[in-house]
């Protein structure tokens, strides 16, 4: 099972003084005990407006139900620094161990883009995705100082690495997972999105009600991330592990195709933010000796994750 852990002693719309690090002290020991023991937590009164999400969905939707050709137009350009920006063909993501492509497509979005947005074909995807970037960087940095203080640090020992004034690779994916046909037999390995981990400091998942989506614990066992309604999914990525020394590990994580399922038919939508450290945040073990110093942006783009052509 995955924690609920009730964030309301540091929830957003709380806009009183801050809480001292006594009064974060159980909260900060529950968070960390949770992504320690089990890997994954759901976040509940968080204060972050999830109508955000629901508004972000329906028009998402709207995008990939447009031609191909017309998508197309605005596929991510590997050359154009912010390099996944933009959209991603169906049959095109392969996982970084898979060499199936998965059964989604999907639009990212980087606020240092600079390049074009589909506003005339679907207004509202890029104001509607950029400001739901804003409350969930905020949000990220209130659970790295929970973390921090989790692991009896100074409650800044993260944050300093996550301005929000810095270029960063903070971003957001909306993802569709298509519907799969009746009688489809996927082929060998392939799911709508195969096991991976994701490079970041922490991962949002936002879904809507299809489900599918597997977490594997600290124990090693698939266990289903179920959607819970009002509440928010928080993973851990690859910076956490390497700061942490693998006190907190990347959290390994997939959706699979429900076979024989009554929502093998129907389509799947998530939104998906990745909290990061800022491009020259220095990643590598800040106590022990595992993992060496590096700059981010270097060390991610050594790293294939889940995006190969
Ligand atoms: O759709 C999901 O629930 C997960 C997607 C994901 O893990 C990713 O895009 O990195
Ligand atoms: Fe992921």
Same mark, same amino acid.
């Not at 409650?155 to 569709?176: E, V």
């Not at 490079?199 to 879904?207: A, E, K, L, R």
């Given at each position: 099972?995955? =924690?609920?852990?009730?964030?309301?002693?540091?929830?957003?719309?709380? #806009?009183?003084?801050?809480?001292?690090? @006594?009064?974060? $002290?159980?909260? /900060?020991?529950?968070?960390?005990? $949770?992504?320690? @023991?089990?890997?994954?937590?759901?976040?509940?009164?968080?204060?972050?407006?999830?109508?955000?999400?629901?508004?972000?969905?329906? %028009?998402?939707?709207?995008?990939?139900?447009?031609?191909?050709?017309?998508?197309?137009?605005?596929?991510?350009?590997?050359? /154009?620094?912010?390099?996944?920006?933009?959209? *991603? *063909?169906?049959?095109? *993501?392969?996982?970084?161990?898979? &060499?199936? /492509?998965?059964?989604?497509?999907?639009?990212?979005?980087?606020?240092?883009?600079?390049?074009?947005?589909?506003?005339?074909?679907?207004?509202?995807?890029?104001?509607?995705?950029?400001?739901?970037?804003?409350?969930?960087?905020?949000?990220?940095?209130?659970?790295?100082?929970?973390?921090?203080?989790?692991?009896?640090? +100074?409650?800044? &020992?993260?944050?300093?690495?996550?301005?929000?004034?810095?270029?960063?690779?903070?971003?957001?994916?909306?993802?569709?997972?298509?519907?799969?046909?009746?009688?489809?037999? +996927?082929?060998?390995?392939?799911?709508?999105?195969?096991?991976?981990?994701?490079?970041?400091?922490?991962?949002?998942?936002?879904?809507?009600?299809?489900?599918?989506?597997?977490?594997?614990?600290?124990?090693?066992?698939?266990? +289903? $991330?179920?959607?819970?309604?009002? /509440? %928010?999914? #928080?993973?851990?990525? *690859?910076?956490?592990?390497?700061? &942490?020394?693998?006190?907190?590990? $990347?959290?390994?994580?997939?959706?699979?195709?429900?076979?024989?399922? #009554?929502?093998?038919?129907?389509?799947?939508?998530?939104?998906?933010?990745?909290?990061? =450290?800022?491009?020259?945040?220095?990643?590598?073990?800040?106590?022990?000796?595992?993992?060496?110093?590096?700059?981010?942006? @270097?060390?991610?783009?050594?790293? %294939?994750?889940?995006?190969?052509?």
């Amino acid at each position: 099972m995955i =924690p609920v852990i009730d964030f309301s002693s540091y929830r957003l719309s709380d #806009v009183r003084s801050p809480p001292s690090d @006594e009064d974060l $002290a159980p909260l /900060a020991d529950e968070v960390y005990k $949770a992504f320690s @023991e089990v890997g994954a937590i759901y976040l509940k009164n968080h204060g972050f407006d999830l109508s955000l999400v629901d508004e972000y969905m329906k %028009i998402s939707k709207k995008f990939f139900s447009l031609p191909k050709d017309v998508k197309e137009k605005f596929s991510y350009d590997k050359e /154009a620094g912010y390099m996944y920006h933009g959209y *991603h *063909h169906l049959q095109e *993501h392969l996982s970084h161990d898979s &060499t199936v /492509a998965d059964m989604k497509e999907a639009y990212n979005t980087y606020p240092q883009w600079k390049g074009e947005w589909p506003d005339e074909y679907v207004p509202g995807l890029k104001d509607q995705g950029l400001n739901i970037i804003k409350p969930c960087m905020e949000l990220n940095n209130r659970i790295l100082q929970t973390v921090a203080l989790g692991l009896k640090w +100074p409650r800044d &020992t993260l944050t300093k690495l996550h301005s929000t004034d810095r270029p960063s690779h903070n971003s957001m994916r909306t993802l569709y997972y298509y519907p799969v046909p009746e009688g489809y037999k +996927p082929k060998p390995g392939q799911s709508r999105c195969g096991k991976h981990t994701d490079t970041g400091s922490f991962t949002f998942i936002f879904q809507d009600n299809v489900g599918g989506l597997e977490i594997k614990n600290v124990s090693g066992e698939w266990i +289903p $991330a179920t959607p819970l309604p009002g /509440a %928010i999914l #928080v993973i851990i990525g *690859h910076a956490t592990q390497c700061w &942490t020394d693998d006190k907190l590990k $990347a959290t390994e994580h997939r959706v699979g195709v429900p076979d024989g399922d #009554v929502n093998i038919a129907k389509g799947r939508q998530s939104v998906i933010f990745f909290g990061d =450290p800022d491009n020259d945040a220095m990643i590598g073990s800040i106590e022990g000796t595992k993992y060496q110093a590096a700059r981010y942006d @270097e060390y991610t783009a050594d790293f %294939i994750y889940d995006i190969q052509k």
